[in-house]
Each structure stands twice: as structure tokens, then as C-alpha cells.
């Protein structure tokens, strides 16, 4: 076929998963490169007799994407946007929703539905589901976006359904054969139960459960399409889709309601419904309070809530700017009771719309509270009953003892979502969870409700149809399952006859031994196991654009190279079932190689995977008393060669520079033939500070990093003269130290530990006195901040370095008199660090900039690629480049000429002056330029000589 068929360990484990309670291992995992192809590995299934099902972006929270048999992953080739009619288009189902979106900008056209992974779900999963997301409360659900659909049984029927007249039908009856058959017995199934069908399905707004059979319905056109989504890959394969679009809301604005609780803001829903918003969604106390500690949206954002415990978010729109605020101003002064804060700044609104969608992920490891799952987490009710739902729903929990749960959701259409401490991995407290669930529908089938209102029903739900449906209904959906897959072969084990839902749980058999490791894993109760298990499958690393999570996967479209696949994986490690090699498994090395150790994970993903430090943790113990790469003693040593190399640094550039000799190098290095390698200083840093006075003032001790010491010493002498204008005295160690990076990169931490407590014996007489520690290299600055303190905890001392580490902007920004309009007409675009991007953030660095008269752009292009020792590793340049590539040298290529680079990380600089004609700069170096130049800031080079940090015309490089 044409595509890629996988059987190999590592792929089986990331796949083993989805964002549920349950684990189930697939026997094959599929990647057709086209539909047709997909049909063909569908035809083989078929004749093996083997179960078969689709998989989008993976994020399905009720089992629906893990089960046994053949798993068809669409969204690495079959993404195609084939056409755009109108207000229609025809997409394949590996379409990621963003991305389409992204395609159909230029019209100004959208997809309706936008669940809260809509930077990782496609199309087809969307289908599958049925989904919905905040914007439902316009647009609706899936099921009222689709027109037609083409469609493959399993056992080999392929055709286009959609909405079928009379006359269609009479001609597909007369046409006779697979399709004919079909069409009656859904037609009799129908007509048989016309009563049934039309009173016993809920009627409100996010009635998701079950199959859809009442748009098989005459009032609704015997819709076949609609009938088969949210069916969950259990019926048919989806193979193509036409999909309804709908225009950009040209204006948006957002008003904030805030009331005693949250039942109260249930309850003026319906009052809030009347204004006709965009989305309406409630968030409750215990969501803020986790937002903050999670810093989702800034203080500056939460600040501005109104007083209350529960809120509702309300967006409206408009034609034009002015239309869109008055609506909002209407709503807020006929609030009544409700306090209200009204957003007008759109960047404002973002933010705190990002506190809602962050609600699965900051609810999932609440500090100083058990883990938190899905298993109940998207019943809905008539939106007019809501209030009265949460009151009932919250004494439930309170009976079960399941406190502290943050209840959220799509409130204008009566849909709740939580997390809640169900104990999954001991009997008894599956126990109570099943009692609990049991409950909970009973609950909300007693409102009129519908057991998901979103996520589905798979095996999570499932086994609860009946309560909601009754037995009649039900029993029509496994009728409906056998016209459309006769040898249930099509997902089995969900909806219809499902796995009980405490069977499979992923949670109930991981209890593997605890392994000795180096790092302390703090956030995990200092246990591996759990940090390998943290993942719970959002798919964020899976985004295209936008953040820097996660580099490798957005360059090969590979689940085991995202965070969530390479987490899944360590996860089976541990576990020993599907990888049975421990810490030497060659299918986790693989899975391990391509991580950039960008940390990209540790900021971004919702729940914090450090990928970076499971990587070192895992390198340690794979090549523990064994031979290692021939880079991890180059470049893992490199701080001692580097000191090495500064007796004679000329002679060693020469040698590393010639054309034979270089090769060797390179080759006995492990280091790329085509990467070109840094040349020495001709005088360190250190040796140039030795000679120097010392100055009055706030005593600091400047970092000397072996980049910045031996590459690149201009910057640190740039440091020292602006912090010794500010009114600090400048120390540099008086002895050789190292934060141990290139050794904790390369998993050689036993080494790492050794340098990092000679480091900080030497530092603590003045780390006791509160001196700080300025740091210019981002990655060195992530290491005494968050690693070393994570591998060598409880050290005190430790602990003094990690909080007296600061940044050159940290120590500059109040401290610099703020330009006067209109500034030094210097703009520059900026490249933030993965690192610091993960740790400490890039917002002092732009108030610096902007207080100095710079304006600077900030890029959010991803990583560059070079990622340390990654972009430099022999096998690793392809990847390298294709990342930079992806949105960094193309930023900067689109420069302007007179437009400064700023990148204070080594390895940004190095990405960028390989693949561009720029000459990045540190901000050392530019805010020297600005700031202590005699003849004022802005002062130009003479012409035809390229200023450090501009883009060189072609004429000047050549």
C-alpha cells in the first residue's frame, strides 16, 4: 500500500494510548499517504477478519482511539483542503482544525466548531466525535456542519451519503446490491421505531451520546451522513468530508460576569442566552485559583476579573468594532446582581479565553491534591435547568468524597466538565468510581440530560446508555451497528456492547518498580514512575505553529517524536509489557533521539512533561558502564576542551578549519561533515576581566559560561561596562566553574552532579550574602534555576543558586532611565531561548527593550533547530535545518536591512548565522550600543560596514 505500515515496539506503545482512562495495544499502526491507500489497508483488515479503526489527532477522552486490531492514523499525509465551493469545502479527515482554518483565512471562512485541542484535532476526528467547543453556541455541532461524507464499510462498500430525498432513495434501491441493502434496513429500522426514535432522545443543545439516529428522521431528510457522525470510527470509515463554513466574526468582545457561586451563574444562563453570544462558558473559583498558580494568563489579566466565585465568559460579535462593544456594554448594564469587567483589548481577550481552554490541563495535577481523570467530565443538561444541575452535582461529589474538583464548561448550552480524584489504581477505588458514575447518569438522565455533552461515549460511557436511553434505544443502536458492520469488526468495545467501563484501565496495572535516579522529579512525589505516567494526552506538542512544543514532531509528523507519543512510551517502559527492554530499549532510544532537549514541554505542554529531563534521566541509565556516542565525549566534555583550547586558540582554529584536518575532527566527534564549528576566541572573557579594576557598587557575580567565556567574550564585556554603569560591582569566580549542561545533555549526570556541587561550594560565601548570579547564556541560566536544584535537592545551597540566578534584563530593567519619545528609531526582531522561554520568560528582556527606546518584535517561530550539542550530531542536521526552516531563518531573511537580530542563546546564533546573512547579536551587545555609545543611542557604523545584529545586504557578504 501506499504508506507506512508500523509493528514495531515504540510505535505500538505511543499509540497504546489516547487522552483517557484506558490502554489498549494496537497490533499495526497505518499511515496511508491517501485515501485510496487507506481503503486497501481497510480491504486487508477485512480479509483477516481483524478489527480496524481511525485515529486523528488522539485526544479522545473516553477510550474511543485505543483498541486492539489496526489503527488507520490519518493526519501525517491525508490533510488536503481539495476544494472550497462557497460556503463548502472538501477535506480529507487528517485535516488539523487550525491548520484549516489557517487555509481558509483569505476568504475570511472558518470551520464552525472549535473544540479546545483545535490546535491538534482534525477533521475526521471531529466527525467521529461529534465535537463541539465554545463556539457550538453559534454554530453548533459537527453533526450540523456536515453535508456529505464519503464512506467505507468494512467490507468494502465505498459511496457518498448525505441527505437522501425520496426519489435517491427509490434510485438506490433500484441499483440493488451492498448499498441498497443498507439504505432499506436503516429505512425499516427507522420506520418500525418512529415513536421511539422521536421521545426518547433528549432534546437540548449537546446531546452527543448514542448514535444519531433520529436524522435518519423524515423532518430531517433521512440524513445518513449526519446519522454516522459521532459514531466513533464503529461503524464506518471516514474517508472524505464536505463540510459547511462559516464567516469570521469581522469583531469580537468579551464581558465577564461574576456571582456569589457558580449554580448562581447557572442560573442566569438563560437571561445571558437572550444577547445571542458567540460562546457562553463558566468557570468556578477552584480554575482561577489553579490559573494563577499555573500563571495561564498573567496577574495583570486575573486581576481585572470581577469579585465572585463563579463567572461567566461571555463573547459577542459584530460587523464592525463599535458593534461589538456596544453589545458588550448592553449586556454588562443589564447584568443586575452580576459584577462584570468588560474586555476591550483584544490581546486581553485571548488571555483570558486561554484560562478557559487550559481547564483540562491546570485541573490534572492540582498542587497539594490527589491526580484528578476523566471517567465523568461532559454531561449536559437543558441550559435552563443548569443551575439546579450544579447544585445537585457538587452534594454528589461531596458525598463521594471527591473534593476540591473545579467545575467549567460551555454553560449556554448546558455542558459541565470537570476532573475528579478518582482513585484508578487500587479495586476499591474503582469501585467507587464505577458507583459514582453510575450516580452521576442517573443524575443527569433525571434532568433530561445526555451523558456526554461533548467527549463522547466509548468505553468511559457506554455501559451508562442504557440509563439515559433505555433498553429499546440501545438495542436500536446495536441494530445499527449491524446493518453498517455486520462481524462487528469496526472499533468494537465501544458505544455499542462496550468494555465494561473499569475494564482496561491504564492506571489500575501500572504499579512498576521504582527506579534510582538522579534527578528528583518533585512535581511527580519523587517518583519516575509517575513523572513517565504525567502525560494525559491533550496533544499539544502536536500544534503546527505557534509556541516552541514540539520542534521534532512539526518537522516529521511522527507521533512517538512528539512529547505525548515519547511520554507514552516511557510510560510502557516502565510498565515492561509492549517494550520489554528497560532502560537499554533501542525503540526509546529512537524515540529519545530526535528530542531537542529544547524544553519546549516544560513551559508548554498543560501539564509540564519535561521531556528534556526524562531524556538525560534516560541517557544516564542506557549507556551506564557502556561505550557512548563518539559527540557525548566531544561536545559532552566540551567545557574541558574549551579551557584546553584557550592556550592556543589560533592554533586549534586552524586545525579545526582545515579542509582535511576539519573532516577528521568532525568525523572523530560525531559531529556533522556539514556544520561548520565555532571558532575560538582569541582571548577569553576571564582572562580579559582579570586585569580589570574593580568597580563601586551592588555587588554580583557574573556568570562566565563556556559559550559566552570562549565563543563569543564580546557579550560578557558588553555585561560588565552596563552593570558596572547601573551602579553594580562586577565578580567573576575566581576559579574555572561550570553548571554542568553539555554533561546533563548528554546524560553523563553523574559527572553533572560533580561539577554542579564544586560550583556551588565555590559560590556559596556569596550565594549566603544574597549576592546574585547573572547569567548570559539562557541554557546555562535553566540549569542553576531548574535543573540543578532538581538534581542535587535538598541542598540548600542549591537552592540559593537557583533563586539568585538572574538575567542581564532582570538586572537592568529598573534600573536603565526610560528613552524619551520617540525613542532610538532602532527596531529588532528577537529570538527568545527554548530555555528561557520554558523557565523564567522573555517579558523582562521586551519592558527593558521598550524602556530603552528599542522596538522589538518578539518571534514565536518555534525552536531554531539547533538545540545545543542536537544540531551538531551526526544524523541530526537534516532535522536541524528542516526546524529552522519551519520559522526562524525565514523571519529572519524577511528582515528588514536595518533591522537588529537579537538572540542571546549561543545555539540561536549559530542556527541563524548558518542559514542567513544576519549577524545576530546578545542583548549585551545591543544595549551597549544603545546605552553607553559617546555620541548617543542609535549611533550608525560607517557605510558598507555591516552593524553586529543587522542583516547584511547580499553586496556586504559577498
Not at 304 to 314: A, F, I, N, Q, T
Not at 417 to 443: C, I, M, Q, S
Request: net charge negative.
Amino acid at each position: 500500500m501506499d504508506g507506512e505500515v508500523r509493528c514495531d515496539e515504540g510505535t505500538l506503545a505511543a499509540y497504546a494510548h489516547d487522552s483517557s482512562n484506558y490502554r489498549q495495544t494496537p497490533s499495526v499502526v497505518v499511515l496511508p499517504r491517501t485515501v485510496d491507500a487507506a481503503v486497501q489497508a481497510v480491504r486487508v483488515c477485512h480479509e483477516y477478519g481483524v478489527p480496524v479503526h481511525s485515529r486523528g489527532g488522539g485526544t479522545s477522552l473516553a477510550g474511543q482511539c485505543c483498541n486492539e486490531g489496526v489503527v488507520i492514523d490519518w493526519s501525517k499525509y491525508c490533510t488536503r483542503l481539495l476544494s472550497v465551493d462557497g460556503e463548502r469545502a472538501l477535506v480529507e479527515p487528517g485535516a488539523c482544525l487550525d491548520d484549516l482554518n489557517a487555509r481558509l483565512a483569505d476568504r475570511r471562512l472558518m470551520v464552525g466548531p472549535k473544540p479546545a485541542t483545535h490546535d491538534t484535532c482534525t477533521i475526521g476526528g471531529m466527525i467521529g466525535n461529534n465535537s463541539c467547543g465554545a463556539s457550538a453556541q453559534a454554530y453548533g455541532k459537527m453533526v450540523d456542519s456536515v453535508i456529505r461524507l464519503e464512506v467505507l464499510t468494512y467490507d468494502g462498500l465505498r459511496m457518498w451519503v448525505g441527505e437522501t430525498s425520496d426519489e435517491e432513495y427509490a434510485r438506490i434501491l433500484g441499483q440493488g446490491g451492498r448499498r441498497a441493502e443498507i439504505y432499506r434496513a436503516m429505512r425499516e429500522l427507522r420506520d418500525e421505531h418512529l415513536a421511539l426514535i422521536r421521545t426518547r432522545y433528549p432534546d437540548i443543545p449537546r446531546r452527543v451520546s448514542g448514535y444519531n439516529l433520529d436524522s435518519l428522521l423524515p423532518e430531517k431528510g433521512f440524513n445518513v451522513a449526519q446519522a454516522l457522525v459521532g459514531s466513533e470510527s464503529t461503524l464506518v470509515t471516514v474517508l472524505r468530508a464536505e463540510i459547511r463554513l462559516f464567516e469570521v466574526p469581522p469583531f469580537q468582545s468579551l464581558v465577564v460576569l461574576g456571582y456569589p457561586d457558580l449554580a448562581t451563574a447557572g442560573d442566569m444562563v438563560p437571561e445571558i442566552v437572550t444577547h445571542r453570544p458567540l460562546a457562553l462558558e463558566g468557570l468556578d473559583h477552584e480554575l482561577m485559583d489553579l490559573a494563577r498558580v499555573e500563571r495561564v494568563a498573567g496577574e495583570n489579566v486575573l486581576n481585572r476579573l470581577p469579585e465572585g466565585s463563579g463567572w461567566l465568559m461571555v463573547r459577542l460579535g459584530g460587523a464592525t468594532r463599535q458593534e461589538a462593544d456596544d453589545r458588550a456594554r448592553r449586556l454588562a448594564e443589564s447584568a443586575g446582581r452580576a459584577h462584570t469587567a468588560y474586555f476591550d483589548d483584544p490581546a486581553d481577550e485571548e488571555r483570558m479565553w486561554r484560562i478557559r481552554e487550559a481547564g483540562l490541563g491546570v485541573t490534572a495535577y492540582p498542587p497539594d491534591n490527589p491526580d484528578t481523570h476523566e471517567g465523568w467530565e461532559d454531561a449536559a443538561v437543558p441550559p435552563d435547568r443548569l443551575g439546579d444541575y450544579l447544585r445537585d452535582f457538587q452534594e454528589l461529589l461531596r458525598r463521594f468524597d471527591y473534593h476540591n474538583c473545579s467545575l467549567y464548561g460551555h454553560f449556554g448550552q448546558g455542558c459541565v466538565h470537570t476532573r475528579t480524584p478518582f482513585d484508578l489504581d487500587d479495586p476499591e477505588g474503582v469501585a467507587k468510581y464505577r458507583r459514582f458514575v453510575e450516580e452521576a447518569a442517573h443524575l443527569v438522565a433525571s434532568y433530561g440530560g445526555s451523558l456526554s455533552g461533548e467527549h463522547g461515549d466509548g468505553q468511559s460511557r457506554g455501559e451508562l446508555l442504557p440509563i439515559m436511553f433505555g433498553h429499546e434505544i440501545v438495542q436500536l443502536f446495536a441494530d445499527f451497528k449491524r446493518i453498517w458492520d455486520p462481524t462487528w469488526r469496526m472499533n468494537p468495545g465501544k458505544i455499542v456492547k462496550p468494555y465494561r467501563l473499569d475494564e482496561n484501565l491504564d492506571h489500575l496495572d501500572y504499579h512498576p518498580k521504582e527506579p534510582r535516579t538522579h534527578f528528583d522529579y518533585p512535581a511527580d512525589h519523587h517518583r519516575f514512575t509517575h513523572a513517565a505516567a504525567r502525560c494525559v494526552g491533550i496533544g499539544k506538542c502536536r500544534s503546527s505553529s505557534g509556541g516552541v512544543m514540539c520542534p521534532s514532531y512539526r518537522v516529521t509528523r511522527e507521533e512517538k517524536h512528539s512529547t505525548r507519543g515519547r511520554a507514552r512510551i516511557l510510560m510502557e517502559m516502565m510498565r515492561g509489557e509492549t517494550i520489554t527492554g528497560g532502560w537499554r530499549s533501542e525503540e526509546v532510544h529512537e524515540a529519545l533521539d530526535l528530542c531537542l532537549a529544547c524544553k519546549g514541554c516544560r513551559g508548554e505542554c498543560p501539564v509540564h512533561v519535561d521531556m528534556a529531563t526524562y531524556k538525560a534521566e534516560f541517557l544516564s541509565h542506557h549507556y551506564r558502564r557502556r561505550p557512548r556516542p563518539a559527540a557525548h565525549y566531544s561536545m559532552g566534555w566540551l567545557p574541558l576542551w574549551a579551557r584546553l583550547a584557550s592556550v592556543a586558540p589560533g592554533a586549534v582554529n586552524a586545525l579545526t578549519h582545515a579542509p582535511g584536518l576539519g573532516r577528521i575532527v568532525k568525523l572523530a566527534g560525531g559531529v556533522d561533515r556539514r556544520r561548520e564549528l565555532p571558532r575560538f576566541a582569541a582571548q577569553r572573557f576571564t582572562d580579559w576581566f582579570r586585569d580589570r579594576p574593580m568597580a563601586e557598587g551592588d555587588q554580583v557575580v557574573l556568570w562566565p559560561d563556556t559559550f559566552t567565556d570562549n565563543f563569543n567574550p564580546g557579550a560578557a564585556k558588553a555585561a560588565v561596562r552596563l552593570l558596572e554603569a547601573y551602579g553594580y560591582r562586577v565578580e567573576v569566580p575566581p576559579v574555572p566553574l561550570c553548571c554542568g549542561l553539555t554533561w546533563i545533555s548528554t546524560g553523563q549526570l553523574a559527572m553533572a552532579e560533580r561539577v554542579l556541587r564544586r560550583t556551588v561550594a565555590a559560590l556559596a560565601p556569596r550565594l549566603r550574602r544574597g549576592v546574585p548570579v547573572v547569567t548570559l547564556e539562557p541554557s546555562c541560566a535553566a540549569v542553576l534555576r531548574s535543573d540543578a536544584p532538581e538534581l542535587l535537592s535538598g541542598d540548600p545551597d542549591v537552592k540559593l543558586l537557583g533563586e539568585q540566578t538572574r538575567s542581564l534584563a532582570e538586572m537592568l530593567v529598573d534600573r536603565v532611565p526610560t528613552a524619551p519619545p520617540p525613542g532610538t528609531g532602532i527596531h529588532a526582531i528577537a529570538q527568545p531561548h527554548c530555555h528561557q522561554h520554558a523557565i523564567w520568560g522573555f517579558d523582562a528582556d521586551t519592558r527593558l527593550l521598550e524602556r530603552v527606546g528599542v522596538g522589538v518584535e518578539v518571534l514565536d517561530v518555534g525552536c531554531c533547530g539547533l538545540a545545543g550539542n542536537f544540531g551538531f550530531e551526526r544524523g541530526h542536521h537534516e532535522i536541524s535545518t528542516r526546524i529552522a526552516e519551519l520559522g526562524l531563518w525565514p523571519a529572519v531573511r524577511d528582515a528588514g536591512r536595518d533591522t537588529r537580530i537579537l538572540a542571546d542563546g549561543f545555539s540561536c546564533r549559530t542556527q541563524i548565522e548558518s542559514g542567513t546573512r544576519a549577524q545576530p547579536v546578545h542583548l549585551a551587545e545591543l544595549l551597549a550600543e544603545v546605552l553607553l555609545r559617546p555620541h548617543g543611542p542609535g549611533t550608525r557604523e560607517k557605510p558598507g560596514r555591516p552593524q553586529p545584529g543587522k542583516v547584511r545586504s547580499p553586496t556586504a557578504h559577498r
